[in-house]
């Protein structure tokens, strides 16, 4: 609608140049494990976001859940193929409220940050590291030496109140 046109190159639709990065990770079957059980990637409702160096473990997530993945600003060593997208971009691309879950790496920019919070369905996981502050609208629920994990904000933007139901009037 907006005839915006971006580039997709290799699979990856490239919003913005590709970050540099400063972290190199090796696929390893327990990170992948504890991932997707901190995201809670039990099946395939929704998708998951895997931003920056996470997204090195998509073929081994994929291969234990049906969940599908986007993989964000990735490493090169990401497996492209094992996700249901791939993108580059300063923001998270996807409206509000539309991702199940996600994951962000020390190279997740500010934007990369909020707009992937708001992406995330309320009451959906966030996942980050300790060098990231737990975004606003995010609720911490464990920790450890490395990452915590949080959930999104359920909030209520309308009051509901008892309406009384009567028989019409004949």
Not at 15 to 23: E, G, I, L, R
Not at 75 to 95: E, K, L, Q, T, Y
Not at 102 to 111: F, I, K, Q, V
Request: aromatic residues 4%.
């Amino acid at each position: 609608m907006c005839r915006a046109e971006f580039v997709i190159k290799d699979g990856v639709a490239r919003f913005d140049a590709p970050p540099s990065f400063t972290v190199f990770e090796i696929p390893d079957a327990e990170v992948a494990t504890r991932l997707a059980a901190l995201l809670e990637l039990t099946d395939a409702r929704g998708f998951a976001l895997l931003c920056g160096r996470w997204a090195v473990h998509a073929g081994m997530i994929s291969q234990m859940t049906d969940t599908p993945l986007v993989l964000v600003n990735h490493s090169i060593a990401a497996p492209a193929h094992a996700a249901a997208g791939a993108v580059r971009a300063r923001v998270v691309p996807f409206a509000e409220s539309s991702a199940r879950a996600l994951a962000l790496d020390e190279s997740s920019s500010s934007g990369i940050v909020v707009t992937g919070v708001r992406a995330v369905k309320p009451g959906g996981r966030v996942l980050g590291p300790i060098t990231i502050a737990v975004p606003a609208g995010v609720t911490e629920l464990v920790r450890d030496d490395r990452v915590w994990v949080g959930e999104k904000i359920t909030t209520s933007t309308t009051t509901t109140r008892p309406i009384a139901i009567t028989r019409a009037p004949r």
